[in-house]
C-alpha cells in the first residue's frame, strides 16, 4: 500500500456549464458534483489527506458542505487561484507529508476508480510522473485558417485526471513555469515543458470531466446504471483458503487464541492461519483482492501484526461498502493441536472483533487422517466461507 495526498480542484467557475454558479455544487442524483468526487478518495485507504482547492467566495458554502457530509479522511480547505494552474499551486503549498506521492485530480470528474488511482500513486513512486490518459478514438483535425491537417490517431492520447507526482518534481514544474509565465492546461505539460517524462497509465473512457450540460446527463445515466448493480448485489460471497508452516519457537495463535502446543506458526505477522483466511473470504467477497495486497508481507509494519487488527481494517473495508455479515463457515485442518477445546473461545473472538452475532459464525476443525503436510504436522490450513448481505441503510 502506498500513502498519497490528493489534492481536488474545485476553484473554477464552471462558465462551459453555464448554470450561472460553480458546477461543483450542482446536484447529481441529490448530491453536489463535488461531493461525488470527494468520495471516490474517502473511500480508498491508500489516501492520507484530501486537499480541497475551493474558490475564496465559496469557502464558507464548501465548508458548510463538508459538515453536512463528514468524512472519516482528513480534508482541509484551501483558497485556490485565477486559473486552474495556479489552484494546483495553491494546493502543492498546502501538502503535509512530502514524501508521499501527490495526486492531483479535477474536482468534476467524480467517476475514476480506485484501481487507476492506486497505479498512478504506484507509477509516481517508481517513475517520478505519471497521468491517466485514454487513446483517442475520434479522427482530430488541426485547423490554421482554413487550411486542415488530420494528426496521427495512434499517437494521440487524451490526458485526463489525476495526474501523480513526486512532491518535489511538481513543485518545482510549478515554480519554473510561474517563472516563465508558463501555462499549461494540465499539470503533465509542466513536466513535459522542464524535459522529463511522463508515463502514461491508461485509464477508463467512463472519467469524464463534466463540462458542458450534456455532461450531467451522461453522469446521471452513469450514476443510475451503478446503482442498479449495486442493489441486485444484495448479496456477495467470498472463500478464503491460508497455509502456514509449524515451527519451533513460535506461539500457536489460531483465530486470535494462543493454544498451547509444542509448536507455532510461522509467518510475517502473528501467522493467524484461520483470520487470515477470513480476512481474504471477506476481501474475495466486496472484490478487493487479498491481504497480501492490503498488509504486503515486505512491509515492516505488519511485522508479528496481531492479525486480528487486520481483520478488523479489512471489516471496514466490507462496511464501507455498505455490506454486513450474513454467515460465515470455517473449516480449520489440523492434525495437531486438538482444537475442539478452543473453537467456542474463537467463535466468540472472531464475533468481537466483527462486533456481530457469535450464531452467524460456524468454525469446525478437521484432522486429515495423517495424510499429506498437514497429516505430518508440518502446518496447519484452514478455510473459510464468507457471504454478505447489504446493509438495509446503505
Ligand atoms: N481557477 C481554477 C480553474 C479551475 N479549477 C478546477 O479545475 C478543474 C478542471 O477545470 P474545468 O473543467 O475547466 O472547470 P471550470 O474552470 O470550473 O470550468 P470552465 O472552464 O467551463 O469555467 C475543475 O474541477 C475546476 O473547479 C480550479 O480549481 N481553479
Ligand atoms: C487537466 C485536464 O482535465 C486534462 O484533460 C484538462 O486539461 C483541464 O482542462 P480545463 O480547460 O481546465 O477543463
Known amino acids: 500500500m502506498i500513502k498519497y495526498t490528493a489534492i481536488v480542484l474545485a476553484a473554477g467557475q464552471g462558465k462551459r456549464m453555464g448554470a450561472g454558479h460553480n458546477k461543483q455544487f450542482i446536484n447529481i442524483n441529490d448530491k453536489p458534483l463535488v461531493l461525488h468526487t470527494l468520495a471516490v ?8 489527506e484530501i486537499i480541497l482547492v475551493t474558490n475564496e467566495q465559496e469557502r464558507e458554502q ?17 483558497d485556490g487561484g485565477a486559473e486552474r ?14 514524501t508521499f506521492p501527490v495526486l492531483i485530480h479535477d474536482g468534476a470528474r467524480p467517476f475514476v476508480m480506485e484501481e487507476s488511482l492506486h497505479t498512478l500513486a504506484e507509477t509516481a513512486v517508481d517513475k517520478g ?5 485514454v487513446p483517442v478514438t475520434d479522427t482530430i483535425k488541426q485547423k490554421e485558417g482554413t487550411r486542415l491537417t488530420t494528426l496521427d490517431r495512434n499517437k494521440l492520447w487524451a490526458a485526463q485526471t489525476p495526474q501523480a507526482f513526486q512532491y518535489d518534481l511538481i513543485t518545482r514544474a510549478h515554480e519554473e513555469a510561474r517563472e516563465r509565465g508558463y501555462y499549461g492546461t494540465d499539470d503533465a505539460s509542466l513536466v513535459e515543458q522542464s524535459g522529463k517524462e511522463v508515463a502514461v497509465v491508461q485509464g477508463s473512457y467512463d472519467n469524464i470531466k463534466l463540462t458542458t450540460p450534456e455532461d450531467l446527463h451522461k453522469a446521471e445515466a452513469y450514476l443510475n ?38 509448536k507455532g506458526l510461522l509467518g510475517h505477522s502473528d501467522a493467524d492461519v484461520l483470520l487470515h483466511t477470513i480476512a481474504d473470504a471477506c476481501l474475495g467477497a466486496v472484490g478487493e483482492g487479498d491481504i497480501g495486497k492490503h498488509f504486503p508481507d515486505t512491509d ?13 481494517h479489512v471489516w471496514k473495508i466490507v462496511g464501507e461498502k455498505g455490506y454486513t455479515l450474513g454467515n460465515m463457515d470455517c473449516t480449520v485442518i489440523a492434525q495437531a493441536p486438538k482444537m475442539a477445546p478452543y473453537i467456542e473461545q474463537i467463535r466468540e473472538n472472531i464475533a468481537d472483533l466483527l462486533q456481530t452475532e457469535i450464531d452467524l459464525i460456524n468454525v469446525k476443525a478437521t484432522t486429515t487422517e495423517k495424510l499429506g503436510f498437514a497429516g505430518r504436522k508440518e502446518g496447519i490450513a484452514a478455510q473459510a466461507v464468507v457471504l454478505l448481505q447489504k446493509n438495509p441503510q446503505s
Request: hydrophobic share 35%; net charge negative; proline share 5%.
Open 41 to 48: 478518495f474517502e473511500r480508498d485507504t491508500w489516501c492520507e
Open 225 to 262: 446504471n451503478q446503482k442498479e448493480k449495486e442493489t441486485h448485489a444484495m448479496f456477495r460471497i467470498g472463500q478464503g483458503f491460508d497455509v502456514h508452516q509449524l515451527t519451533e519457537g513460535r506461539p500457536c495463535i489460531i483465530g486470535g487464541i494462543e493454544i498451547p502446543y509444542e
Open 62 to 78: 464548501m465548508e458548510a458542505l463538508l459538515e453536512r457530509f463528514p468524512s472519516s479522511t482528513p480534508i482541509r480547505a484551501v
Open 129 to 133: 510522473a505519471a497521468l491517466l490518459a
Open 300 to 312: 515492516p509494519e505488519f511485522k508479528d501484526a496481531d492479525s486480528g487488527r487486520l481483520l478488523q
Open 85 to 98: 494552474q495556479d489552484s494546483v499551486y495553491e494546493g502543492l503549498s498546502a501538502v503535509r507529508h512530502q
